[in-house]
């Protein structure tokens, strides 16, 4: 599997961790940056990670931040893309049973380094349930349509 990555520079130290230990496992990484801790704007990095997994370039996406908001908000933006915030294994694991997650945001100040290794791993092996999820699923993906419509 190939695994788009991305973060600021508040990510930077857990997108190295994740790189190697994704790595060792045998997926293929496409870093997208950045490429240290110094200040740089998230979207400049998260976009074009967003934009491989919505084109199918990569199958998943996992982006990187000091909370992991701003990265999630900015992934979303993409068309295709359903980024789930996560901060415990049990997030990860429902992000994909229940949402279908292709990308997951993580803050690096929310969560230890043992817990966000495990809950990578789950979501990875995790397989999206389908049924009454699939609904809601293609209901996001009228949004777009819903909104344009929307005269708020």
Same mark, same amino acid.
């Given at each position: 599997?190939?695994?788009?990555?991305?973060?600021?520079?508040?990510?930077?130290?857990?997108?190295?961790?994740? *790189?190697?230990?994704?790595? $060792?496992?045998?997926? $293929?990484?496409?870093?997208?940056? *950045?490429?240290?801790?110094? #200040?740089?704007?998230?979207?400049?990095?998260?976009? #074009?990670?967003?934009?491989?997994?919505?084109?199918?370039?990569?199958?998943?996406?996992?982006?990187?931040?000091?909370?992991?908001?701003?990265?999630?908000?900015?992934?979303?933006?993409?068309?295709?893309?359903?980024?789930?915030?996560?901060?415990?294994?049990?997030?990860?694991?429902?992000?994909?049973?229940?949402?279908?997650?292709?990308?997951?945001?993580?803050? !690096?100040?929310?969560?230890? !380094? $043992? *817990?966000?290794?495990?809950?990578?791993? !789950?979501?990875?092996? *995790? !397989?999206?349930?389908?049924?009454?999820?699939?609904?809601?699923?293609?209901?996001?993906?009228?949004?777009?349509?819903?909104?344009?419509?929307?005269?708020?």
């Amino acid at each position: 599997m190939k695994i788009a990555i991305a973060s600021d520079h508040a990510g930077f130290e857990y997108k190295l961790l994740i *790189t190697k230990h994704l790595e $060792e496992l045998g997926y $293929e990484l496409v870093d997208f940056g *950045t490429d240290s801790s110094e #200040p740089v704007d998230y979207p400049d990095f998260i976009f #074009p990670a967003a934009v491989a997994v919505a084109s199918g370039e990569c199958e998943r996406g996992v982006v990187l931040g000091g909370s992991g908001n701003g990265e999630a908000m900015a992934a979303n933006r993409v068309r295709g893309i359903r980024c789930a915030l996560v901060w415990n294994i049990e997030t990860a694991v429902l992000a994909r049973q229940h949402n279908d997650a292709n990308m997951i945001s993580i803050g !690096q100040r929310m969560i230890d !380094q $043992e *817990t966000v290794l495990a809950a990578i791993d !789950q979501w990875l092996s *995790t !397989q999206f349930e389908g049924g009454r999820h699939a609904t809601r699923i293609e209901k996001l993906d009228q949004v777009p349509e819903v909104a344009a419509r929307s005269t708020v």
